[in-house]
C-alpha cells in the first residue's frame, strides 16, 4: 500500500512510497484509516527538526474502523500514539508512558496513519461516539495532548483570567478546554491568523489581533503559549501577572530568544507537557462527550492522499486551521 513516508533524514524528504503492510499481533488491532490530522508535528518532522526514525510513514492523528483485533471488528475508534514503552521505568509505572525513554510512537519510529492501514496496540483504542464525524473524532489525540498540559498539573481555576496564544488547532482546543475549566478566555494571535480568529469567534470564544510580541492587556492569572513563536513566549511572559501560571505548549523546532529574566521578576509557574497519557485520554473523552469542546468546526477540509502537498502547505502558511488526510 501507499504511505506519506519520512525517506530519510534531514530537510524535506518526504513522499508517497510503497509500505509493507503486516498482520496484526494477538495484542494488535488493523484498523482502516478513515482519517489522519496533520499535525505541527508532521511539519517539522518534514523539514528535519523533530526525530523520526525514516523510512516510516507519517502520521499519528487517526480514527479508523477496526478490521482485526480481539472482537472489535466494525468498532470505529482512536488511538493513543505510543506503539511501545519499558513498562517499568518509574514514568511507566506513574501512568507517564509519554516521558519513557523507550517509548516507540506511531508516524515516527513505526509506520503511522498516513496510510489506507494501520497497526496498532489494542490497549490504546478508544471507541467515539455515533454523533461524531470521522475527521472530527481524529482531533481526539491533540485535545488529549492539550489535557495533559492544562490538567495533570491543573493550571486553570474557576474565574480565572485566561490568555492562549495561538489560534492553531491547538490553541482552539485549548482555549475551549480552558473555558470549560472556568477561565475567562482571550484568544489571541497575528494579522495572518484572522480567519483562524473568526473560528474561534464561531465557538463562543473572545479573540483579539496582536501586533508581534509585546505585553497585552490584562495581567493574566494563567498564559497558554501554543503558537511556539519566539513572539509569541515572549508576549505571555510580559502579560502574565505576578504569580501566575505559564503553560508552553506549542513547539518552534528550534532555539528561540526570549525575555527569561521575567520568570524571575513576576515569580511564575512554568508547566508545560510532552504528547498524552492514558488519563489525559480520558479527559479529553469526556470533554467530548459532554460537548464541551466541539471538534468538527476546526477541521478546514478532507484531503485526499494524493495532495499531501497542497494541505501540507496550507498548514504551514495558516491558510486553514485544520486539514485532514483521508487514505481512501
Request: charged share 20%; hydrophobic share 40%.
Amino acid at each position: 500500500m501507499q504511505g506519506l513516508t519520512k525517506l530519510a533524514p534531514g530537510v524535506g524528504n518526504v513522499g508517497l512510497s510503497e509500505r509493507e503492510e503486516r498482520e496484526p499481533a494477538p495484542d494488535e488491532a488493523l484498523l482502516e484509516v478513515r482519517a489522519a490530522g496533520i499535525c505541527g508535528t508532521d511539519l517539522h518532522i518534514e523539514a528535519g527538526e523533530y526525530p523520526s526514525v525514516p523510512p516510516v510513514t507519517m502520521g499519528h492523528e487517526v480514527c479508523g474502523v477496526v478490521v482485526t483485533g480481539s472482537g472489535l471488528e466494525g468498532a470505529r475508534v482512536v488511538s493513543e500514539t505510543y506503539f511501545s514503552t519499558c513498562r517499568s521505568c518509574e514514568h511507566c509505572r506513574d501512568g507517564r508512558p509519554n516521558l519513557c525513554l523507550q517509548r516507540r510512537s506511531i508516524g515516527t519510529h513505526v509506520d503511522g496513519a498516513f496510510a489506507p492501514r494501520l497497526v496498532v496496540p489494542l490497549a490504546g483504542l478508544h471507541r467515539v461516539p455515533d454523533w461524531l464525524s470521522d475527521e472530527g473524532a481524529a482531533l481526539t489525540e491533540p485535545l488529549a495532548c492539550v489535557c495533559n498540559a492544562l490538567f495533570t498539573t491543573p493550571a486553570i481555576a474557576p474565574g480565572d483570567s485566561v490568555l492562549v496564544i495561538g489560534p492553531g488547532p491547538i490553541g482552539l482546543l485549548a482555549a475551549q478546554a480552558a473555558r470549560a475549566a472556568g477561565g475567562d478566555v482571550t484568544l489571541v494571535g497575528t494579522e495572518r491568523d484572522r480567519a483562524r480568529l473568526a473560528v474561534g469567534r464561531k465557538l463562543g470564544l473572545e479573540t483579539a489581533v496582536t501586533p508581534g510580541s509585546g505585553r497585552l492587556n490584562g495581567p493574566f492569572d494563567v498564559v497558554v503559549e501554543c503558537s511556539g513563536s519566539g513572539a509569541g513566549i515572549s508576549t505571555g511572559l510580559l502579560s502574565a501577572r505576578r504569580g501566575a501560571r505559564f503553560v508552553q505548549i506549542g513547539l518552534r523546532g528550534a532555539e528561540v530568544t526570549v525575555p527569561f529574566d521575567e520568570i524571575c521578576f513576576r515569580e511564575l509557574v512554568v508547566t508545560s507537557a510532552n504528547a498524552s497519557t492514558p488519563a489525559s485520554w480520558r479527559r479529553a473523552l469526556a470533554l467530548i462527550a459532554s460537548n464541551a469542546v466541539e471538534l468538527e468546526p476546526l477541521v478546514t477540509e478532507v484531503v485526499p492522499l494524493a495532495e499531501w502537498e497542497r494541505a501540507f502547505s496550507a498548514a504551514r502558511n495558516a491558510e486553514a486551521v485544520k486539514l485532514v488526510l483521508d487514505p481512501r
